[in-house]
């Protein structure tokens, strides 16, 4: 299973940027468990941002609560991390994440993480 991000880039503060995110690669029938987001600014760790679940039950982290939001296509096995109101703060490498099942011979779970997508908000 592999995943493919799209979508960063540069803005000013207070503007918007959606991010994708796709799973495919697969020659068995898998599922997306959940889709997670996460960010990593210059010099600091990785930390998650939103979460959805196949379920759609959602999470975000207190710093983005109420600007960014989540969703998820479980039959596309996409999703998009729709982040408005901007900040500098917010600037950092996202990547998506992944947690699959996948039916080969056996059960196979997984985590699928994309290449990461630079996120640049200016002053």
Known sequence: VQVVESGGG???????????????????????NAMEWYRQAPGKERGLVAKI?????????????GRFTVAGDNAKKSG????????PEDTAVYY?????????????????W??????TVSS
Do not use: H, P
């Open 53 to 65: 679940t196949n379920g759609g039950s959602t999470y975000y982290a207190d710093s983005v609560k």
């Open 10 to 32: 540069l803005v000013q503060t207070g503007g918007s940027l959606r991010l994708s995110c796709a799973a495919s690669g697969s020659i068995f029938r898998f599922t997306v």
């Open 114 to 119: 994309g290449q990461g997508t630079l996120v």
């Open 96 to 112: 998506c994440a992944a947690d699959y099942t996948e039916w080969t011979e056996s059960t196979v779970v997984g985590r699928a």
């Open 80 to 87: 998009f991390l729709q982040m408005n109101s901007l900040k």
